[in-house]
């Protein structure tokens, strides 16, 4: 595998600071060899990128961008526990998208957070996945993503 951290930037990405928590939880936490990352939400700065529901308020095609940052700030959250030179393998990423009625796309959505994993960590980068519709997501952001992680 090649360094994560140098994919990252060649893909045009910086590595974000953790995302601190907006409740009562930690952003990852490791048992065994497995790290457990909370749901993300599209943060950069500290600053959430878009709200509302995907297929009125947004876009699919933005939404997929927005999950993409979603997977940046999950890796993050694993950067800061282990880092990312540990990961053997992306095992799951739940992918949460606030759906207008009607909005069948969460599939396409959910792809911006795949393709960057399998972008950045190639073969280990394939995973087991879940992409869900939702009526409402925290602070009324259009796109949550959590991920599962093995480590050495």
Known sequence: MSDPYAKIIELGHT??????PVASYVPAVRTGNL?????????????????????ADVTAERAKELAAICALNAL?????LVGLNEVVKIVKVGGFVASAEGFTGQPGVINGASDL???????????????????????GSPVEVDLIVEVR
């Open 15 to 20: 590595m974000p600071v953790v995302a601190a």
């Open 76 to 80: 993050a959250a694993v950067d800061s």
């Open 35 to 55: 790290v457990y990352v909370s749901g993300q939400l599209p943060f950069v700065d500290g600053k959430l990128q878009d709200t509302g529901k995907v297929g």
């Open 117 to 139: 994993f399998l972008a950045v960590f190639g073969e280990a980068g394939r995973h087991a996945r879940a992409a869900v519709g939702v009526s409402e997501l925290p602070l």
